[in-house]
């Protein structure tokens, strides 16, 4: 999937509950919108995320665990797909974002 260029609402920086979270997945946060879909799908494996999100980083938390921040917030969605890889879906993305073709890469695996 092929990263896309993404607007961050200046509200964004004032979300409470993403204040809640640790720093890395707040900025986890944002590289999401970076490599999801049309749709705010993304696979979720945390080693694929890290590489895409955070190629140059040491962080001060795993992935995994700013995956279930992100989560725990209601910012984010995981969950098994039908190949039995696990996805994610940003819960408010269509709202946030516009897209031309609102077309999931990933479809084929979320039924």
Known sequence: MMARIR???PEFWRDE???????????????LLNHCDDEGYFNANPK??????FPLRKLS???????RELSSIG?????DGTDGKSYGHIVNFLKHQRSEEHTS?????LN
């Open 105 to 109: 890469e990933l479809q084929s695996h």
């Open 48 to 53: 694929l995320v890290e590489s895409d999100v």
């Open 17 to 31: 509950n993403l204040s809640n979270v640790s720093a890395e997945a707040c900025l986890l946060a944002i590289g």
């Open 7 to 9: 607007t961050i609402k």
């Open 61 to 67: 938390v795993t992935t995994t665990v700013a995956l």
């Open 75 to 79: 910012y984010i969605r995981v969950f």
